[in-house]
């Protein structure tokens, strides 16, 4: 396959498109809105339209409230830049951002096509980004769709607001809103853009009728959610989940009165006034200090009768969800052995204290599926829970549920356990683990975007999962020749997992019992 020379990858990575533009070839589109203006890359293969709006700045009046749509522009609108990133304070360090940095005016999505498509109508792959809902950007290089477009898909990432600004919930906003009902203005940026997919995607040659939804962390999250969405009905065909779902403990949708109360009591003290008008005219800067303050709420997504009219897991045991394929899973090393073991020692001894601690009763039941024979063995037993519980489990749970109620649709499970290079200044008794979005650039073939010391099994491996995900995006099946055999998630196949590593193959669920006893719980 080719790929952009590294030096050129490395400057696009690193530098404003603007500085490049006069080198690069314009290309122009009318969508409903005007005409926009975008690039050709270097090598003639990748047409690129960015800092799309989709709706209208939520800023003054529209803060706080539903996408509102674009006004229309005379002339030819640049599409060459990222636009702004939503209000965030810095909170992963692993995010790099190539953008302007945050503003509220952040409702823009990107896209990425090959400029000699294939395909007459080409599928859509919508991408949405992680960041646990209070940070995360479309700007980060290590999504950018640029490679990934190039196996004949059209790639769009989209902007949605976070936090604060994206999912408080008060009774005045409920009142005030027609539905009510308040929060979840980012899952409803989400939605607009999608809409926005089905009305203009045509225009790039892209197929309304085949649009695949995908993220990762609160992303992967985020499918869930739109998949239980009676909003989202129709506005895509497929879904992607990596590490991540409503029906797990973490982040858990609250109920509208609880989220409204905790909004409620937030502003007062954290802002001086519990009136919206008051609060509208706020900067967004000040709005974003007194959110990031210890012991505030963790703004996101929320039971509101509106976009999630039940609980996530309510929906789907009903079958109310979207009855899409799905192709799901998670990373081995989601959590760290610490957060079981805290200052204790890893070892035997005190990976049964900590179960003890944890499971009382049940802790003999625990250690038979999570045995711990050896001091290796506990340390990656305490490794496998604090992942489970951090993400595993609810993206089980997510499968299986959707399994059992979507009426047979295709579902397909994975496991990434391609470990990460050490860098070079990695101390010396570091392991290379597979950890919490290590998936990302290989998805994106995106591997040259961190500097690390990649061998032949990592680019192997970037390959192979950009074909499976462009498959599924294509056919609902992420088989394709070449490729080792993934089977349907499904009893009759004993619950196959695809692990995906050097030598990549689906073996039958060897840890079933470990979910299952956490379903118990």
Same mark, same amino acid.
């Given at each position: 396959m080719k ?27 009318r ?13 003639g ?6 800092g ?6 939520p800023? +003054? ?7 509102? /749509? ?6 030819v ?13 810095? !909170?992963?360090d ?29 599928? !859509? ?7 646990g ?21 059209l790639?769009?990432?989209v902007g ?6 994206g ?10 809103? %027609? ?6 203005? +980012?899952?409803?940026?989400? *939605?607009?853009a ?5 009305? #203009?995607?045509?225009?790039? %040659?892209?197929?309304?009728? #085949? ?11 985020? !499918? ?9 009905r ?13 029906? +797990? ?18 502003? @007062? ?25 210890p ?7 929320? *039971? ?10 309510? *929906?789907?045991?009903? %079958?109310?969800?979207?009855? !899409? ?5 998670? #990373? ?8 079981v ?27 038979k599926?999570?045995r711990?024979?050896?001091?290796a ?32 649709? /295709? ?31 290989f ?26 995900w ?9 088989n +394709? /020749? ?7 998630y ?5 619950f196959?997992?695809?692990?995906? @590593? ?11 019992p @470990? ?7």
């Amino acid at each position: 396959m080719k790929y952009l020379p590294w030096a050129l990858a490395a400057v696009l990575a690193v530098q404003p498109i603007t500085m490049l533009a006069q080198e690069l070839k314009r290309v122009q589109a009318r969508i409903e809105n005007g005409v926009i203006e975008g690039i050709i890359s270097p090598d003639g293969e990748v047409r690129t339209f960015k800092g799309i709006p989709f709706a209208a700045p939520p800023v +003054g009046e529209l803060r706080w409230k539903p996408p509102q /749509p674009v006004k229309s522009w005379e002339g030819v609108r640049p599409a060459i830049d990222f636009a702004a990133r939503p209000m965030q304070t810095r !909170v992963f360090d692993d995010m790099v951002f190539k953008d302007p940095g945050p503003s509220e005016d952040c409702l823009y999505l990107n896209l990425w096509m090959p400029e000699r498509p294939k395909a007459k109508k080409l599928p !859509v792959m919508v991408w949405i980004y992680g960041g646990g809902f209070v940070a995360g950007a479309t700007s980060e290089p290590r999504q950018d769709g640029g490679m990934l477009c190039k196996k004949d898909v059209l790639v769009v990432t989209v902007g949605y607001r976070l936090g604060v600004f994206g999912f408080l919930a008060l009774p005045e906003l409920s009142k005030e809103s %027609g539905y009510n009902a308040s929060g979840n203005y +980012g899952l409803m940026d989400q *939605i607009a853009a999608l809409q926005w997919v089905q009305r #203009n995607i045509a225009t790039f %040659g892209g197929d309304p009728d #085949n649009v695949t939804i995908f993220g990762e962390s609160a992303g992967s999250f985020s !499918v869930s959610a739109l998949m239980a969405s009676p909003l989202a009905r129709g506005l895509f065909h497929k879904a992607i989940g990596q590490s991540g779902a409503f029906l +797990g403990q973490t982040l858990p949708a609250r109920p509208l009165r609880e989220a409204e109360q905790q909004g409620a009591e937030f502003v @007062r003290r954290m802002l001086g006034t519990d009136s919206v008008a008051e609060l509208r005219q706020k900067s967004a800067e000040d709005v974003l200090a007194a959110a990031a303050q210890p012991g505030n709420p963790w703004f996101s997504p929320i *039971i509101d009768g509106h976009v999630l009219p039940e609980a996530p897991a309510s *929906i789907y045991a009903a %079958g109310k969800q979207a009855h !899409v394929p799905l192709l799901a899973g998670w #990373n081995r090393d989601e959590g760290h052995y610490r957060g079981v073991f805290r200052e204790l020692e890893p070892t035997v001894a005190n990976f049964r204290l900590r179960a003890s601690e944890r499971f009382g009763a049940r802790a003999e039941q625990f250690l038979k599926v999570y045995r711990a024979d050896s001091d290796a063995e506990a340390k990656r037993a305490a490794q496998d829970l604090s992942g489970d519980e951090f993400i595993g489990f609810g993206t089980w749970k997510w499968l299986e549920v959707h399994r059992q109620t979507a009426g047979g649709v /295709p579902v397909y499970r994975y496991r990434f356990d391609q470990t990460l290079p050490l860098a070079k200044d990695a101390p010396a008794d570091a392991e290379e683990v597979a950890p919490h979005a290590a998936d990302i650039e290989f998805v994106f073939r995106a591997l040259w975007t961190r500097d690390l010391p990649w061998r032949d099994e990592h680019r192997a491996m970037s390959q192979l999962m950009s074909d499976y995900w462009t498959n599924f995006a294509k056919n609902g099946d992420p088989n +394709g /020749p070449g490729l080792p055999a993934w089977p349907r998630y499904t009893p009759e196949e004993k619950f196959p997992v695809m692990y995906l @590593r050097a030598g990549a193959k689906a073996e039958p669920d060897a840890h079933r019992p @470990r979910y299952e006893f956490l379903d118990q719980l």
